[in-house]
């Protein structure tokens, strides 16, 4: 069982390495001012899977700002006793506070 796991991570491992020594080889430019996701999705047919997993690491925030602004808000909701409602409301009063400058009203 082992080593059919051991061949099956190699056979996935192998295109993407095949992939990166290519890239690697090849040196795409960014500019330093550069779109980094402009960059991965133009480089997407040249390089799928490095591509993909570039942009899932462009993903991932690279601050946990935006969760502290939820949790200041959702604490100061709370701390002026509008939760009444229990947790639904509560969580559409967080929902409103946060997009208010989405609202038309």
């Known amino acids: ?19 990166l020594d290519r890239y690697e080889k ?3 430019f960014l500019k330093e001012d550069g779109d980094l996701i402009a960059f991965w999705l133009h ?3 040249s390089y799928p899977l490095l591509s993909r997993y570039a942009l ?21 909701i709370c701390a002026r006793k509008r ?15 946060l997009n208010k400058q989405f609202l038309s009203c």
């Open 1 to 19: 069982m082992a080593r059919a796991e051991a061949d099956s991570a190699n056979a996935i491992l192998s295109p993407m390495q095949m992939e």
């Open 43 to 45: 480089q997407r047919s």
């Open 56 to 76: 899932n690491l462009c993903a991932v925030p690279a601050s946990t700002t935006p969760a502290e602004r939820v949790f200041s808000v959702c604490g100061d």
């Open 83 to 97: 939760n009444k409602a229990g947790g639904q409301g509560l969580e559409r009063k967080v929902l409103i506070a």
């Open 26 to 28: 090849a040196r795409p």
